[in-house]
């Protein structure tokens, strides 16, 4: 009788076939308990819950920059609304500066050790050695009524103790009065500071975390009161700020929110640029000229003049100053906003500056809001100062700086245009969808740095890219993992800070949304993140939830394995089997019958195969067995079935994990006639075994070639065994008698 059924390995799914060496880790469990139990305000699918809440905390702030002795001097009333169904006795308060103050806990945790030939620059900085008096000195704290409040300060900490607990709904106003000296960023470093500039004597001044802020208590942990070393960044609540600044007359200010007092401190001439500027699509216009700022660089005025600017709804206040000031800005068109797009620079930035500064920022506002929500503020702002990157609301400071006579490398351009696309993107997280920066570094520069990226594709031809394709990513996943850390660790026990925070979240997005997801249904998920969670607090687990709930794709598996753990990708082409269907009559019970090996892996007795020039192995197919149909009273057409594989190519190919993280498998199959199909099998084929696993595919034609990854799309280590037949590989000896033949 006709043979009719292939084999028990390709009639039923291939499972359970090879003894798994490794422990079976549950790859494909869900997070459960991992992630925090859902409630009333944070929901299961990721949202905010019906009873959701965040605090508010407004403030009114008078601060004066003394340009003589580079020191900031100021006042602040804040109104701290309890929106919590909690009662607060006392209250809590962040004082960045203070991680510069003499005994800063940064220094003694430091590990330094001597070497020889240390730069002095670096051993006053590591051993502390500086005449620096940082930190803030805190004035006074009181009620409104100009009452002392009992007050404790640990460190970048201060506990504000309240006369009567706050209950649920009630609010309370307070006032501190502070000063604090100006850290020169060239001898100290910092996020914000002062840059000096000899040739003409002048500052520029990046002014940031220079007032006393209020620390972010929530439905998660209550206050949010862990130290600041420097490196995990801020946690704060959002608020409206009213704040003056007072700055020598000379000055150009850029800074958080809206100027309301324009007459006062712009001339006419700027006005009227300015005005232009609001209407001007296409490119910049100059409102500050180089020209009018090589002037002010010469003067020294005595005078003072306060800026007065207005932000609401932002979580975070910034600005920058100096005589040294080029400004340009022009509108930028969104669906219903028209936001301003705006440079500071000095002199010493051009010409670079003035021809990309302002075109990246507004590139970043369109593809950003593509991406998340549409840009909400009424401007975006990107500071030029020297060898810093670094965001705030509305505004950022960022590096790029042309050699003396004005030329620049392509490295330098592209560098500055990515750190603008990076700092401005910051807009959006965390000073919009505003995480957690003190505990999870990655859930802004991480969705930051993947979306930089995708601004630098679509916006710019050929961007070079650091972060964000799956292969810079590779040397860094199959590197030693006692330097590794998993993504979802906090931001002081991190090893590798850039790669860790910026780049593998970026990649695995990345990889989420070109090859697990698909761009449709990953960009409608992460729109839906955006959305739900801006001018709120998103956790881990809200992000993790509604990627899934918004696109009905089970993604723990890859949370579990990108996110919690330090595995790598490392997919092997292990075994690959040619089979054809054998067409001669034979007995069932014929079992003496002889075929050929179709092991295409393993000559007989020759090792390792290096083509498919062994030719396939026969299988034959049997007819189906009538317990097989069960209560079944139709049957197959056993004869159409054979007809269907009388032509066919079989190949049965074994996957091995070598990595330890599991991947969809993205598998390249060329012919003999030169043509090419890609065969995508999702990641759940790992879900019975974890370490090995087979697929079968059948052709009409002859396979000649097999590539996994052919792409290089899933940051794969090493793709010298991703490809069969294997590639010749020239020995050392080789390589050397070539060279010497040559």
């Not at 502390?128 to 007050?151: A, Q």
């Not at 972010?216 to 609540?237: H, I, M, S």
């Not at 030693?480 to 970026?506: C, H, L, W």
């Not at 030169?674 to 995508?680: F, I, L």
């Amino acid at each position: 009788m006709k043979r009719v059924i292939l084999s028990l390995a390709i009639l039923l799914p291939f499972q359970f076939s090879v003894a798994q060496e490794k422990q079976w880790e549950g790859k494909f469990e869900q997070l459960g308990t991992e992630l925090p139990t859902p409630n009333e305000y944070r929901t299961g699918s990721g949202a905010p819950g019906n009873e959701y809440w965040q605090q508010q905390a407004n403030y009114e702030i008078e601060v004066e920059l003394n340009d003589k002795n580079q020191s900031v001097t100021g006042k602040e009333k804040i109104t701290y609304i309890n929106n919590s169904p909690d009662v607060l006795r006392y209250l809590w308060v962040q004082l960045d500066q203070n991680v510069r103050e003499q005994g800063t806990n940064t220094l003694k945790i430091q590990e330094v050790a001597v070497i020889d030939s240390i730069p002095a620059k670096f051993a006053a900085q590591g051993l502390g050695i500086s005449d620096y008096d940082g930190g803030f000195k805190i004035k006074s704290v009181k009620d409104v009524n100009g009452k002392d409040l009992p007050y404790i300060i640990n460190k970048t900490m201060m506990r504000v103790d309240i006369p009567q607990p706050l209950k649920s709904g009630e609010s309370f106003t307070f006032g501190i009065e502070w000063s604090y000296n100006i850290n020169d960023r060239m001898e100290l470093g910092g996020r914000s500071g002062l840059e000096y500039f000899p040739k003409d004597g002048n500052y520029l001044y990046t002014i940031a975390q220079f007032f006393p802020r209020m620390a972010v208590y929530d439905d998660y942990e209550g206050w949010q009161n862990k130290q600041f070393l420097g490196r995990g960044e801020f946690a704060l609540p959002f608020g409206d700020y009213k704040v003056k600044i007072t700055v020598p007359s000379d000055h150009i200010v850029a800074s958080t929110g809206t100027l309301q007092n324009p007459k006062d401190v712009l001339t006419k001439q700027q006005m009227e640029r300015l005005e232009q500027a609001k209407k001007s699509f296409d490119k910049p216009v100059i409102i500050a000229t180089e020209a009018e700022a090589i002037e002010r660089e010469k003067t020294r005025s005595d005078k003072k003049s306060t800026w007065v600017f207005h932000a609401d709804n932002v979580r975070d206040f910034a600005f920058a100053t100096s005589r040294k000031f080029i400004w340009d800005a022009q509108a930028v068109k969104l669906d219903t906003k028209t936001p301003m797009a705006m440079s500071y620079y000095p002199k010493e930035g051009n010409p670079l500056w003035e021809q990309e500064s302002t075109k990246a920022v507004k590139n970043t506002l369109e593809t950003y809001s593509k991406y998340t929500i549409e840009y909400p503020y009424p401007k975006a702002i990107s500071v030029h100062a020297a060898s810093i990157g670094m965001e705030y609301p509305m505004i950022c400071f960022n590096f790029g700086r042309p050699n003396e006579d004005g030329t620049y490398s392509d490295i330098t351009k592209y560098r500055m245009i990515g750190v603008i696309i990076h700092e401005v993107g910051h807009n959006f997280f965390p000073m919009i969808i505003n995480s957690d920066e003190r505990q999870w570094t990655w859930m802004d520069e991480g969705l930051n740095t993947f979306v930089q990226y995708r601004t630098e594709q679509e916006q710019y031809d050929d961007f070079p890219s650091r972060r964000g394709p799956a292969k810079g990513i590779v040397d860094y996943m199959k590197g030693d993992k006692a330097f590794i850390r998993p993504i979802m660790t906090n931001s002081e026990q991190i090893v590798q800070f850039g790669n860790n925070a910026y780049a593998k979240p970026a990649t695995a997005l990345s990889i989420l949304r070109e090859t697990v997801m698909g761009p449709e249904l990953f960009d409608a998920a992460f729109k839906e993140y955006a959305q739900r969670w801006a001018f709120k607090h998103p956790k881990p687990a809200d992000f993790f939830r509604t990627m899934e709930d918004a696109s009905a794709v089970d993604l723990d598996w890859f949370w579990k394995g990108w996110f919690y753990t330090v595995d790598h990708v490392d997919i092997a082409v292990d075994e690959v089997k040619w089979f054809k269907l054998r067409t001669e009559e034979s007995d069932i019970e014929n079992k003496g019958k002889k075929v050929k090996k179709g092991d295409l892996t393993a000559n007989e007795g020759e090792g390792k195969a290096k083509d498919f020039s062994k030719g396939p192995e026969e299988f034959s197919l049997v007819e189906t067995d009538p317990r097989y149909y069960g209560e079944f009273m139709n049957r197959i057409d056993d004869k159409a079935i054979i007809q269907k594989f009388e032509d066919k190519n079989i190949y049965q190919v074994t996957f091995k994990n070598e990595g330890g993280l599991v991947m969809p498998l993205i598998i390249e199959f060329t012919f003999a006639d030169g043509t090419k199909t890609v065969e995508k099998i999702p990641a759940e084929i790992w879900r019975m075994n974890e370490e090995e696993v087979t697929k079968v595919f059948a052709f009409e034609k002859e396979v000649i070639n097999i590539v996994l990854d052919p792409n290089e799309e899933t940051a794969d280590t090493d793709v010298e065994d991703n490809i069969f037949p294997k590639a010749e590989v020239p020995s050392k000896f080789d390589e050397f008698k070539n060279k010497k033949g040559k």
